[in-house]
């Protein structure tokens, strides 16, 4: 029997229509450090109209890609809507990444166009004479535009653009299944890797975002996407708001614990996403300081394991810390640690420490050696793998066979799946630990160390080992004004682990190296230890 149901397209259009049509009068706000500028949805909807015939004008007829090189702002809402919704594809560029990363992906890409901040020019000048396909360089607000001459770039002004573009735009009915923005991996191994979100995968994504089991966003909450809208569409938060006619309260630059905390106070966002690091220096802030972050609902965070220190120190100043996952590969969030509604005690805790359990519409299994589909008990452990409609098939001109698995996405994440769904992650395979025949989490020994009060930050790496093969090497950083030792913090795990496990090699560093995403930079730390720069304490 065939459907009766009309024929409408997913698209990221669709949900732009809504969102300006139905909550105009929403606003979006963007924080200047001392105070913010307003727009309202309506007003981003006319401007994002403008910005596509502009881009038009500037020889965008098709799907060629648009690339931003922006902060958390309006104007980056206003690409994120205009590019997709005109049949283009938007190409966040990641701004923390190395230059030589940077002019790999655009030029893998081809980008067209770039749009820049004006305070990030500095960094686009380095690498815009080698962008063999950009064509057009607009900039954003205020900014020395100099160092952008001669790079054989045509370069415009982004609000002079709009004010010669019509307030009205024909947006076209887009193939649902056609690419509507495109996000590299961090390449944390070879070249990164282009990954191609469609206009389906990003309105089912954003649709997931709103429910209850995800983050369940409403026209009740003010959302801030602290996490960088150059990675993985900051977690698909912005399209979910719109979706959900949220007000958007956006950090542009201002991402340390101080401005945050202003910000916080100021705009009472309700929920906020961001990684682990930003939150536990906003912790230490709040309770040196005393900032009032009690608005805050509901904080998702992710991008690497969430401390249980972390989110206890939360607890105790009423803001509740929800762990999710995914990756670029994913959209990003597949999974996110709502506990089961009967949890308490340490039940509950068991719930919220995992990765949480899958979203609706999402499949995952764990698999063993020679692809043996493992039993979801919470004892067998193995790679997780994953499908669903919005999680990719394939890299952009990137065959990578090794990654996909008859359907399923290898996401090279190692763990369990309990009976009741929730997966637990014991490490990434590249850093599960591997001494004397046995596996040791690198990420359980760094929560366990998180959670002392001296520690700041800990990362764990194996390092090569005569008799045991691999052996854990603790990366440890001490708070200002404290003074451990690593018999002290050997001690302290004991109890926690078994005594196999507990590292003799100790490293006291001043801070965790850190990727272009904000996650431990850990091969950064193998590296440093083969070339003898860190220096290393041996506990017998």
Same mark, same amino acid.
């Given at each position: 029997?065939?459907?009766?149901? /009309? $024929? ?55 799907? !060629? ?9 309006? $104007? ?24 030589? /990363? ?93 990954? *191609? ?37 900051? +977690? ?26 202003? =910000?916080?106070?100021?705009?009472? %966002? ?5 990684? %682990? ?22 904080? %998702?965070? @992710? ?6 220190? =972390? ?6 100043? @009423? ?26 005690? #340490? ?7 995992? !990765? ?44 990578? %066979? ?11 994440? *190692?763990?369990? =799946? ?20 046995? +596996? ?29 093969? #691999? ?28 005594? +196999? /496990? ?39």
């Amino acid at each position: 029997m065939l459907s009766t149901m /009309q $024929e409408f397209p997913l698209a990221i259009g669709t949900v732009m229509r809504y969102g300006v049509e139905v909550f105009g009068d929403v606003e979006v706000v963007t924080w200047e450090g001392d105070g913010a500028r307003r727009r309202t949805y309506a007003e981003v909807g006319e401007r994002a109209a403008r910005l596509a015939g502009a881009l038009r004008q500037l020889g965008v007829d098709g799907d !060629q890609r648009v690339a931003t090189f922006m902060w958390n702002n309006v $104007e980056h809402l206003e690409a994120y809507l205009a590019v997709p919704s005109m049949g283009a594809v938007l190409h966040t560029l990641n701004l923390r990444l190395f230059p030589d /990363q940077l002019v790999y992906i655009a030029n893998h890409a081809e980008d067209y166009v770039v749009i820049v901040d004006g305070s990030l020019i500095p960094l686009l000048a380095g690498v815009l004479p080698q962008l063999k396909t950009v064509r057009h360089v607009v900039v954003v607000g205020e900014g020395d535009t100099a160092p952008l001459e001669g790079a054989g770039k045509e370069l415009h002004q982004y609000e002079e653009l709009l004010a010669g573009a019509p307030a009205v735009f024909e947006w076209p009915e887009v193939d649902e299944r056609s690419a509507a923005a495109t996000c590299y991996t961090s390449g944390t191994t070879g070249n990164p890797k282009g990954v *191609v979100y469609s206009h389906r995968s990003a309105y089912l994504h954003s649709m997931a975002m709103c429910t209850g089991n995800a983050m369940g966003l409403s026209a009740s909450d003010r959302v801030l996407p602290v996490v960088p809208m150059f990675h993985a569409n900051a +977690w698909g938060m912005p399209y979910a708001a719109v979706m959900a006619g949220a007000a958007l309260v956006m950090p542009d630059r201002y991402l340390q614990a101080e401005p945050l905390a202003r =910000l916080i106070e100021a705009e009472r %966002p309700t929920v906020a996403g961001a990684v %682990p690091t930003i939150w536990a220096d906003l912790l230490r802030y709040t309770k040196e300081h005393g900032a009032d972050l009690s608005s805050l609902r509901l904080v %998702p965070c @992710g991008g690497s394991a969430v401390p249980e220190a =972390l989110m206890r120190g939360f607890d105790e100043i @009423g803001v509740r810390i929800v762990q999710a996952w995914g990756m670029t590969e994913t959209s990003p969030v597949a999974t996110v640690a709502h506990p089961p509604v009967t949890a308490t005690g #340490e039940e509950e805790w068991r719930a919220r420490i995992s !990765q949480g359990r899958i979203l609706a519409g999402l499949e995952m299994r764990v698999v063993g050696d020679g692809d043996v589909v493992l039993p979801n008990d919470g004892e067998a452990v193995g790679e997780v793998e994953i499908r669903g409609p919005w999680i990719t098939a394939s890299y952009y001109l990137d065959e990578d %066979p090794g990654k996909f698995h008859d359907g399923w996405l290898r996401t090279g994440d *190692v763990g369990t =799946l309990s009976p009741r769904g929730f997966l637990t992650l014991t490490d990434r395979a590249k850093d599960v630990i591997k001494s004397g025949g046995e +596996w040791i989490s690198s990420v359980e020994l760094e929560n366990h160390l998180m959670a002392h009060p001296d520690i700041v930050e800990a990362a764990v790496v194996g390092v090569p080992d005569d008799r045991w093969q #691999e052996r854990p090497l603790a990366s440890v950083v001490v708070r200002d004004g404290a003074s451990v030792t690593p018999e002290r913090l050997r001690e302290f795990l004991s109890g926690r682990i078994a005594k +196999w /496990q507990l590292p003799e090699r100790w490293a006291f560093i001043p801070e965790v190296p850190k990727t272009s995403v904000g996650k431990f930079d850990k091969k950064v730390l193998r590296r440093r230890y083969a070339d003898g720069e860190l220096e290393v304490r041996r506990v017998e």
